[in-house]
């Protein structure tokens, strides 16, 4: 597979994926619904865009585990370590407060958080990664990932009450694509990874900070997650030069 078209196939299926949340966000519109039947909603089409990487993986005979595993590289760290500075990157939301209050949103909201980590981890660090690292090395296939996951979801960021918090909005997202990347090349591993996105995703939508509190929280997670990024980029590089070193005597 040409590097172009591998860039292009990923596109393609950043656009599938998302463009379940669009219909379902349409959906959602049109219908008036409810905060907890929107959420639902949501929820069900993300679980139905779940089938089509299966569908993909019997189609094309590739194994599951190729998928929830990168398949870029098996060799390399297999440890949860790599999964405690993800656990950093949760505590500004959790310490601003979290509204628990309406029981049944946040079990819907929860069961549609857990929808989103499963199917875009899929999307993109199960397939995505997959296709790029045919192409291109562990560090290009990192940012060029990056760039299509935050560019997918920088439109998002638009529903925000202020313009610095569509900024804030918009870098975390391409933050997250960056640490996410990152994390699922070292591990071998993106399950971890989907916990993680629902978590992330779920306590962003439960936030009950406003105003400057919230930017501060939008700002110091982002922080976070750019010191993080920067840490699993060092070790990225460090464990590709290691294999690289090692190739030979294998050879």
């Keep these: 597979m040409t590097r172009s078209r591998s860039v292009i196939a990923s596109i ?23 905060a907890t039947a929107s959420r639902l909603i949501q929820a069900a089409f993300m679980y139905a865009s779940i089938a089509i ?23 390399g760290v297999k440890t949860s370590l790599f999964y405690l500075p993800l656990v950093a990157v949760l505590l500004p939301m959790i310490v601003s407060g979290v509204d628990l209050s309406d029981t049944g949103y946040v079990l ?7 929808g989103v980590g499963i199917a875009e981890e899929l999307y993109f660090r199960g397939i995505i990664l997959r296709l790029l690292g ?36 918009i870098v975390n997202a391409f933050l997250f694509g960056w640490v996410a990347a990152e994390t699922a090349l070292i591990t071998k591993n993106i399950v971890p990874l989907m916990v993680f996105h629902c978590l992330f995703d779920f ?6 900070a406003t105003g400057d509190a919230l930017i501060m929280v939008y700002a110091v997670r982002g922080t976070l997650m750019t010191v993080v990024a920067v840490y699993l980029l060092i070790r990225l ?11 030979p005597q294998a050879a």
């Design 134 to 169: 045919k192409s291109f090395g562990p560090l290009p296939v990192v940012f060029i990932s990056m760039l299509i996951f935050g560019t997918g979801h920088a439109s998002g960021a638009f529903v925000e009450s202020s313009l610095v918090l569509v900024l804030l909005s």
């Design 108 to 114: 819907a909201t929860l069961l549609f958080t857990l």
């Design 237 to 247: 590089r460090q464990q590709s030069e290691d294999r690289r070193v090692r190739s």
């Design 203 to 208: 306590f962003t939508y439960q936030m009950v």
């Design 53 to 75: 990487p299966f569908v993909y993986c019997k189609v094309r005979k590739i194994a599951l585990k190729d998928i929830l595993l990168t398949g870029i590289d098996r060799e």
């Design 12 to 34: 393609l299926w950043a656009v599938i994926v998302i463009a379940f949340a669009v219909v379902s966000g349409v959906i959602v519109v049109v219908s008036k619904a409810d």
